[in-house]
């Protein structure tokens, strides 16, 4: 086992506020989720050498320590010197150059042609060698990108929204080639997104980031089953969210939807919001626990999923078949104690 | 009877003049779209693009002032090397390089700046060099407009008439380019003859146009 580790640890006073980001990375790849704007870009940017921090270390040890930037020791390693690929939002491929010379303009003048023609063959770019970045589509431009980087060999892999640039019959297919091809690399990787399936699927670890600070980091499952935060549980894609307050050890009353609920884990007085899936409800009996009845409550089709809007304030979604058009809206809801998520400011 | 060491002139001066000015304007729109410091980069800007706004003959007199006999670099050439440089050609290659530079300037300038950042960037990943960056990313994608700012500084230096006088003066043999030719022609009251010297005009504008466009048209189909 070797000594590796990507240390990170930034301040930099930006326009709306100031980018405050702390982590160690040990392994594999990590995910940093977090609205438009909320500095995970400059976080990657300032990795890469693209953007210099005010202050901090970002060091990368592969048995020996190289420190990329050190701002007491005023150390701050080009972009040219780190060895850090950066796949760029929009690709970021030459216009002017062929597939061919896109992967291989990182490598050194006299470099071995094998290894272009080893990363045309393994990103399934054969044919296209001597096309132009504009003649391709949208997900092979991705992997010419991605061609490019791994022929330079880097040892951190950066990614910026890889895939907001494509269309979503593209990206599934792309997503599950993406995990696999990080899952083979040996480095580091850093994935950045503000969409939760995306940071779901591609990392064990996970930083969520808003208005430059981190909110939230450890194991991707956990952050998502037990959020903690309201914002990381917004983030994380949890659709009702409430004021409460609290009745006594196990029931609190929700403010915005004017019920009680009885939870299954004991009220702390940090406790200040609940917070529940929208997909954890279901049908219920008058009286059942935690239920509620569903007046006036408006729907919207997907083509397998309903939205219903309910009148308190709720949203429901529940799983249809694609040639079911009806949806009676059961009398009567409740949600299980155990799926109610306590959450503090 | 048409002069033809006059073309002969025209054509020296006009081809150096955009060589210089060429490489000048595109280093300077570099250093300007790379700079940090936003008061220095409004400064410098508009120093670069002063020669367009002011009258040729303001010019020709700021630079007799610096080239003159007794101007800074004037007086430094004829003590050391004791060369003239007023009233001689390379003056008519100076006055039409400092009057064809900020064309040249600012439609680089305009074009570097239409360049994709990340492109950039991505370039500096990559481990590229910031001299091949410039080339290979920067100056290969912005090459329509660096040439249509090469096109218009040509036909600006071509055309170059008031600084040229102040600076170079009217030499017959000299310092005589086209448009001086056709202004002594015209005050001679030689129409014909002028004419001559403004068909030999549009002849080569029209030529020079002609090659750099047809350059940046072939340049831009190949990627599209």
């Not at chain 1, 309903?306 to 709720?314: K, M």
């Not at chain 2, 003159?68 to 290659?93: C, E, H, L, Q």
């Not at chain 2, 091949?132 to 100056?139: E, G, S």
């Amino acid at each position: 086992m070797t000594n590796k580790s990507l240390k990170v640890n930034i301040q930099k006073k930006l326009k709306e506020f100031d980018l405050e980001v702390d982590f160690e990375l040990k392994k594999g790849c990590l995910g940093i989720l977090g609205p438009s704007g909320c500095g995970k870009s400059m976080t990657l940017k300032s990795i890469a050498g693209i953007e210099t921090p005010d202050r901090g270390i970002v060091s990368l040890t592969i048995d020996e320590e190289n420190i990329y930037f050190d701002s007491n020791n005023k150390i701050n390693l080009k972009p040219q010197k780190r060895n850090v690929g950066y796949l760029f939002q929009n690709y970021a491929l030459f216009p002017n150059m062929t597939v061919e010379e896109n992967v291989a303009i990182g490598l050194a003048k006299n470099h071995d042609e094998k290894r272009v023609a080893e990363m045309i063959k393994r990103f399934h770019l054969e044919g296209l060698e001597k096309r132009y970045p504009r003649q391709l589509s949208g997900g092979q431009q991705q992997r010419v990108a991605l061609a490019r980087i791994l022929a330079y060999g880097p040892d951190v892999i950066l990614l910026d929204e890889p895939f907001s640039a494509l269309d979503a019959f593209l990206k599934e297919q792309l997503r599950i080639e993406l995990v696999n091809l990080l899952n083979d690399f040996d480095g580091f990787s850093i994935l950045v997104t503000h969409d939760r399936d995306e940071a779901f699927q591609f990392c064990d670890e996970m930083l969520i980031l808003d208005e430059g600070k981190i909110i939230a980091k450890g194991d991707t499952y956990e952050l998502f089953a037990n959020p903690k935060k309201v914002q990381v549980a917004r983030l994380t894609g949890c659709k009702n969210i409430s004021r409460i307050e609290i009745i006594d050890d196990f029931h609190v009353k929700s403010l915005e939807w004017g019920i009680t609920f009885e939870v299954s884990e004991k009220v702390q007085s940090n406790i200040t919001h609940i917070g529940i899936r929208a997909h954890d409800f279901y049908p219920a009996d008058k009286g059942d626990v935690n239920s509620f009845d569903t007046l006036n409550s408006e729907k919207l089709e997907r083509p397998f999923e309903w939205d219903v809007s309910l009148a308190n304030g709720l949203w429901w979604k529940c799983d249809k078949e694609i040639h079911d058009h009806e949806l009676v809206i059961p009398e009567y809801l409740k949600v299980n104690p155990k799926n109610i998520i306590l959450l503090e400011k | 009877m048409m002069d033809w060491s006059t073309i002969f002139i025209s054509m020296k001066t006009a081809s150096l003049s955009i060589f210089i000015t060429f490489f000048l304007g595109l280093f300077a729109a570099w250093a300007i779209v790379k700079m940090k410091n936003e008061p220095i980069k409004i400064l410098l800007d508009g120093v670069f693009t002063l020669p367009l706004v002011l009258p040729p003959t303001v010019v020709g007199f700021f630079l007799l002032y610096i080239f003159g006999v007794r101007g800074v670099i004037g007086k430094f050439f004829i003590d050391f090397f004791a060369y003239k440089i007023a009233f001689s050609w390379p003056a008519t290659v100076i006055a039409a390089v400092v009057m064809s530079f900020p064309l040249m300037y600012r439609s680089t300038r305009g074009a570097f700046e239409q360049v994709d950042s990340n492109l950039l960037d991505a370039g500096r990943t990559l481990g590229m060099s910031e001299w091949k960056i410039f080339w290979k990313v920067l100056f290969a994608n912005s090459l329509p407009g660096v040439i249509s700012g090469g096109i218009l500084a040509y036909a600006r230096g071509l055309g170059e008439f008031g600084a040229t006088a102040m600076l170079a003066g009217n030499i017959a043999g000299q310092t005589r380019t086209l448009p001086l030719a056709v202004y002594s022609e015209v005050a001679a009251g030689n129409m014909a003859e002028a004419f001559n010297y403004v068909i030999v005009i549009i002849f080569i504008a029209f030529i020079a146009i002609f090659i750099m466009d047809y350059l940046s048209i072939r340049k831009d189909k190949q990627w599209k």
